[in-house]
């Protein structure tokens, strides 16, 4: 059975800062490219950011490039997304998913998705 755990979310002032994680399981984790998504209220799923299965290629959205950073620990099945410099318009529910073909920003291209973590950002 496949799982993925997402972690890490939380409410955090403008300007903070926060460290996703999503632990997998079940998973041949060196075979899948890995993403990030984020749902907000009213608003459409969307891409963040996404890493290829060796960790070489990396790929972002324009609002998320240069404070966000992805990246993968092969050795223990786990993804990550670095997040900086947050506002209030990144506050939604961050979701990660695998994908063991190519990947994209379509969220259609991953097969497996974890049940999302929150994240608020509010003064």
């Known amino acids: 059975q496949v799982q993925l755990v997402e972690s890490g979310g939380g409410l955090v002032q403008p300007g903070g800062s926060l460290r996703l994680s999503c632990a997998t399981s079940?998973?041949?984790?060196?075979?899948?490219?890995m993403g990030w998504f984020r749902h907000a209220p009213g608003k459409e799923r969307e891409f963040v950011a996404r890493?290829?299965?060796?960790?070489?290629?990396?790929y972002y959205t324009d609002s998320a490039e240069g404070r966000f950073t992805i990246s993968r620990d092969n050795a223990k099945n786990t993804v990550y997304l670095q997040m900086d410099s947050l506002n209030p318009e990144d506050t939604a529910v961050y979701y990660c998913?695998?994908?063991?073909?190519?990947?994209?920003?379509?969220?259609?291209?991953?097969?497996?998705w974890g049940q999302g973590t929150q994240v608020t950002v509010a003064s």
């Open positions: 890493i290829s299965a060796g960790g070489t290629y990396k």
């Open positions: 079940g998973l041949a984790f060196t075979f899948h490219n």
């Open positions: 998913a695998a994908s063991g073909s190519n990947s994209s920003s379509n969220p259609e291209t991953y097969g497996y």
